[in-house]
């Protein structure tokens, strides 16, 4: 039996965007007799607000992706989890994977010398620095972690079994100065929690797989499969975002839209005018 979920961040309200990836993990576990479930990302600090997770609630029951009314088993929060994220965080410093970090983003700009999925790569100016660790943020010595693990794969339902090549990314941030943990770090503990076995998200995190894959297998965690699904994009080519006014669901839902039509059009490849599908498209939030 499969479980997929749909972990979507409180920080703004949903749109069809996010109605199409929900859609896509439900419809994947529906079809194989598995398992569907919600979990709330909400370790983003202040911009992580309560309202934002019942309207998740409302908008996810009224397009029909909640079956009787209730989830396959309780709904996750990442922010009940700050303890796993800290003790795998002192695990990897333990192994001497971790090392602090104070560079700042134009400091890094200035001086990386590729791009990564991410933007600049970090040239990893820190990680022989004697650096105060006190507030400061910690990378991920991927060089080092790989010459742990050896070579590694992942598999794709659509593109297969995959070289694991984190190093594009270069050193990660795992523990962030401001944050519990960082996406790479809480997404990956989080799934293993969960017994997730089918990893469904669009593929704008297709790179983010690799790292995953990687801190897998330091952390001896269970591999899942993944499911990088194409997105919706605007006119322009990028993905729908709620910091750019993507109309939301809940407006939708309080204009007496119907939600399960709109899933079914979604399902049958109709889209609001201006809006397309494509499986390539900047990353965005």
């Not at 922010?79 to 400091?107: D, H, I």
């Not at 330091?218 to 499911?227: Q, S």
Request: net charge negative; proline share 6%.
């Amino acid at each position: 039996m499969i479980r997929t979920r749909f972990a979507p961040s409180p920080n703004g309200p949903l749109h069809l965007g996010h109605a199409y990836a929900a859609m896509i993990a439900h419809d994947l576990a529906r079809d194989r007799g598995g398992e569907f479930l919600l979990r709330i990302e909400d370790i983003d600090g202040e911009r992580s607000r309560a309202e934002f997770v019942e309207e998740f609630f409302l908008d996810l029951a009224w397009l029909g992706l909640v079956r009787d009314g209730t989830w396959d088993g309780e709904v996750r929060f990442q922010s009940r989890r700050l303890e796993s994220y800290a003790a795998a965080g002192e695990r990897l410093k333990a192994m001497g994977l971790l090392y602090p970090c104070r560079c700042t983003r134009a400091e890094i700009a200035a001086a990386a010398t590729a791009m990564g999925p991410d933007g600049p790569v970090y040239p990893g100016t820190c990680r022989h620095r004697d650096v105060d660790p006190d507030g400061a943020a910690w990378r991920l010595d991927v060089t080092r972690a790989l010459d742990l693990t050896g070579p590694l794969e992942w598999t794709d339902e659509a593109a297969g079994t995959q070289a694991a090549t984190p190093e594009i990314f270069g050193d990660v941030v795992l523990l962030r100065k401001d944050l519990p943990a960082s996406y790479h770090l809480a997404a990956t503990l989080d799934d293993a929690e969960d017994g997730i076995t089918l990893v469904t998200r669009g593929m704008d995190l297709f790179p983010a797989s690799h790292v995953h894959r990687l801190l897998q297998a330091l952390l001896g965690l269970p591999v899942p499969v993944w499911h990088h699904h194409a997105l919706l994009i605007e006119p322009d080519g990028r993905k729908l975002a709620k910091r750019r006014g993507a109309p939301s669901l809940g407006d939708r839902r309080r204009a007496g839209e119907d939600g399960p039509a709109i899933v079914e059009a979604l399902r049958q490849g109709r889209f609001p005018a201006g809006i397309s599908l494509s499986a390539g498209v900047d990353q965005g939030a």
